[in-house]
């Protein structure tokens, strides 16, 4: 069993819904990227990262990193660097440029983004995961932590990190396939 990102076009999106952090100051801002998590690969916005007050740093959220590290969202501001690629989807956070921003969640807030993953022994494709999707009224799903940053969604709640609730299959702003989210846990 491995984990899979969900299939999409670019890079991870995010729509902050119903949240707080932005508005109450439960950011981090000051804290760079990771030199060993993040040495091949960029930041997304909508990724579950743990941030390392101490060194100044942020990192993929781990089940071994979560019991001494917080855990926030990435919603870093959009950078358009080439007018042919100024969509949502097409921004990166690279190590060494621009520190990231993190929202630190709390119970009740709603966020929909398409920076997820999942199992592919519980979900054998992004078919699969479709079909789950539509059917949460009746059989939940849930997310958390996961060691490449995207949200793991889980048929059961995880027990370590935040646990968030699918609440919605919808869409991003470009239409594609989106997943809102309900913090029960953070």
Same mark, same amino acid.
């Given at each position: 069993?491995? =984990? ?6 670019? =890079?991870?999106?995010?729509?902050? #819904?119903?949240?707080?952090? &932005? ?5 981090? %801002?000051?804290?760079?990227l990771d030199?060993?998590?993040? !040495?091949?690969?960029? !930041?997304? #916005?909508?990724m ?6 101490? #060194?100044?740093?942020v990192?993929? !959220?781990?089940a071994?990193n979560?019991?001494?590290? &917080?855990?926030?969202?990435?919603y ?5 660097? +080439? ?11 690279e190590r060494?440029?621009?520190?990231p921003?993190?929202? =630190? ?5 709603l ?7 999942? /199992? /592919?022994? %519980?979900f %054998?494709? /992004?078919?699969?995961?479709?079909t789950a999707? +539509?059917?949460?009224?009746t ?7 996961? /060691?490449?940053? !995207? ?13 968030? *609730? ?13 997943? *809102?989210?309900?913090?029960l846990?953070?």
């Open positions: 069993m491995a =984990f899979k990102r969900m299939t999409i076009d670019g =890079f991870g999106q995010l729509e902050l #819904n119903q949240v707080a952090f &932005p508005r109450d100051g439960r950011i981090e %801002a000051q804290c760079a030199a060993t998590d993040f !040495a091949d690969v960029p !930041a997304e #916005n909508g579950l990262l743990a941030v390392d007050r101490v #060194n100044r740093s990192k993929f !959220a781990t071994a979560v019991a001494t590290m &917080p855990v926030a969202i990435n870093t501001t959009e950078h358009m660097y +080439d007018e042919r690629a100024n969509s949502l989807k097409d921004f990166k956070l060494g440029t621009f520190l921003r993190l929202g =630190f969640l709390s119970v009740g807030e966020f929909t983004t398409n920076c997820v993953g999942y /199992d /592919d022994g %519980a %054998a494709d /992004d078919d699969a995961l479709e999707l +539509d059917a949460i009224a059989t939940p799903l849930y997310g958390g932590i996961s /060691d490449e940053g !995207a949200i793991a969604i889980v048929k059961s709640a995880p027990n370590v990190g935040p646990v968030l *609730k699918v609440v919605e299959k919808t869409t991003m702003p470009d239409g594609t396939l989106g997943i *809102k989210f309900q913090v846990n953070a």
